[in-house]
T-cell receptor, first 114, second 109 residues
Framework: GAVVSQHPSWVICKSGTSVKIECRSL??????MFWYRQFPKQSLMLMAT?????????EQGVEKDKFLINHASLTLSTLTVTSAHPEDSSFYIC??????????FGQGTRLTVV | GQNIDQPTEMTATEGAIVQINCTYQ??????LFWYQQHAGEAPTFLSY??LDGLEEKGRFSSFLSRSKGYSYLLLKELQMKDSASYLC??????????WGAGTKLIIKP
């Protein structure tokens, strides 16, 4: 299957700082990338959908000014958690999809805000 | 509204067979996916069904009935490493993935 690389795999940051998470499709061009969050023992929650070259579409209840998503190219999307707080600690997962095919997931990033 | 239902938890014995069901109601249908997720890891793709019938892939098989809004994932010759959560997801008419809450599968020796 296609390879999606997410970096970093884990990060610890201080409250009030910003953290950037990268998601790259290594061997295909991703027309769409999705960002998910998963709290322990809960299902994946879609945060936003981004199409290359256009603004991300955020799900209801997700603050777009707090979770900045940039999909600048067909192989790279970034999620920046701005002014992170302990309640933002979670597992963040990206997935990338070629047109009309299944989505492939990155490895996930475990964010801990202290 | 859109809805995906699957059991919360199932228990099975090593070497046995287990079937995890998934029923869905979505606005449009462009395929159904099964993913496996081990604790603390990202989901990994298992199968994709868009036509009715059974798709077999080694020890894992996936079945789809679009008229009934129903799918199942069949795992044979269970191994301890199969202990994980299994997520059912449907791609709707907008090509968005609608996720089920996942089924935690516990394998006992």
């Amino acid at each position: 299957g296609a390879v999606v690389s997410q970096h970093p795999s884990w990060v610890i940051c201080k409250s009030g700082t910003s953290v950037k998470i990268e998601c790259r499709s290594l061997d295909f061009q991703a027309t769409t990338m999705f960002w998910y969050r998963q709290f322990p023992k809960q299902s994946l929650m879609l945060m936003a959908t981004s199409n290359e070259g256009s603004k991300a579409t955020y799900e209801q209840g997700v603050e777009k000014d707090k979770f900045l998503i940039n999909h600048a190219s067909l192989t790279l999307s970034t999620l920046t958690v701005t002014s992170a707080h302990p309640e933002d600690s979670s597992f963040y997962i990206c997935s990338a999809r070629k047109r009309d095919t299944e989505a492939f997931f990155g490895q996930g990033t475990r964010l801990t805000v202290v | 509204g859109q809805n995906i239902d699957q059991p919360t938890e199932m228990t099975a014995t090593e070497g046995a067979i287990v079937q995890i069901n998934c029923t869905y109601q979505t606005s449009g249908f462009n395929g159904l996916f099964w993913y496996q997720q081990h604790a603390g890891e990202a989901p990994t793709f298992l199968s994709y069904n868009v036509l009715d019938g059974l798709e077999e892939k080694g020890r894992f098989s996936s079945f789809l009935s679009r008229s009934k809004g129903y799918s199942y994932l069949l795992l044979k010759e269970l191994q301890m490493k199969d202990s994980a959560s299994y997520l059912c997801a449907v791609m709707d008419s907008n090509y968005q993935l609608i996720w089920g809450a996942g089924t935690k599968l516990i394998i006992k020796p």
